[in-house]
């Protein structure tokens, strides 16, 4: 039986309902990269159109993608279904939730076309953004995150790696980290990254950050911090990727589009189990990251502008002007 994300038990009786969103469908589009190509048609086609694919005979969607019925059948297995029935009524399911929790409203596609106003390319953007957050939410395996937020809690130090645009989600990490007191670095030269990693012991966690999974730099890292002994964790949108050896994965749910907006939509994807690691982790030491967080808030205080010069200088405005007109 696949494994599908549950809501977490630990989340209060009054609690708003969190959106349905069609895990599967997201699984299924996660693993596309690693499938064989017959299976790999399969498999588009019921991201592009799951609820066709859901009300389609195991003839009919083998037909559509000019494949044989044995390769439906190994695609569901290859994605721990086992059956086409299982993998329809899954489908169906999910479609339905999904269509209630919309009211309807028709999901907009997220490929800018070449006539698309700049009203529609906005629209576009957000919608693309707003699901890729709401996706890895529904997507993430809390069972994961939370081994992953006890081996950070308990580490010597945490080392983040990534390149291009994961860096800057790297960066991130790290200064949230080292704002709640953790000691925390993050690399983005290949260099760097590979002496940092060699450094590293069983008492240390190593995260690399990588869209695709196949960043050449991020996984010699991550791969050089396991040898080292120290645990690994992957923030990844294609968990079957080079990157997937690590101890733990976290997965996004990031799409891509037209123009590579979906790089937009892969950061926020990223920074979303960012988010949901550091609150994780302040959480679980909560008086010290309490303390540190204000400590912090202290030692920069004096580098906001306070009501008191806001005031100042907007008392200050109207005489200027008056002194200039004259």
């Not at 029935?85 to 479609?95: D, H, I, K, N, Y």
């Not at 980290?177 to 966690?205: C, N, P």
């Amino acid at each position: 039986m696949a494994q599908i994300p549950k809501s977490s038990g630990d989340q209060a009786a009054g609690n708003a309902t969190a959106p349905a969103v069609p895990t599967t469908v997201l699984r299924i589009r996660s693993l596309i990269p690693s499938l064989a190509p017959a299976e790999r048609r399969v498999a588009q086609r019921i991201v592009d159109d799951p609820e066709r694919a859901a009300a389609s005979s195991i003839t009919q969607l083998a037909k559509d993608c000019a494949t044989s019925e044995a390769t439906v059948i190994r695609f569901c297995r290859t994605i721990d279904f086992s059956g086409y029935r299982e993998l329809r009524l899954a489908l169906a399911t999910e479609a339905g939730q999904a269509r209630g929790a919309r009211s309807g409203a028709p999901e907009m596609a997220s490929d800018i076309d070449p006539d698309d106003t700049l009203v529609t390319v906005v629209q576009k953007i957000a919608y693309t953004d707003a699901r890729a957050v709401e996706e890895t939410g529904a997507a993430l395996d809390v069972d994961v995150l939370r081994a992953v937020i006890d081996a950070m809690s308990a580490a010597r130090r945490i080392d983040v790696y990534g390149v291009g645009a994961s860096a800057f989600v790297g960066a991130d990490l790290q200064q949230k980290l080292h704002r709640i007191g953790m000691t925390s670095f993050a690399w983005s030269d290949a260099h760097v990254m590979l002496t940092s990693a060699a450094l590293l012991d069983e008492r240390d966690v190593a995260i690399g950050i990588s869209h695709s999974g196949t960043t050449i730099d991020t996984v010699q890292a991550l791969t050089e911090a396991g040898r080292r002994g120290a645990r690994t964790v992957a923030i990844t949108n294609f968990p079957r990727s080079p990157v997937g050896f690590a101890d733990h994965v976290l997965t996004t749910a990031a799409r891509e589009t037209t123009f590579r907006s979906g790089a937009t939509a892969s950061r926020l994807a990223q920074l979303t189990v960012v988010d949901c690691l550091f609150v994780g982790l302040a959480q679980s030491r909560y008086t010290e990251s309490r303390t540190a967080l204000e400590t912090t808030y202290e030692a920069v205080r004096g580098l906001r502008i306070n009501d008191d010069r806001k005031r100042r200088r907007s008392d200050a405005a109207p005489h200027a002007t008056s002194v200039d007109d004259e």
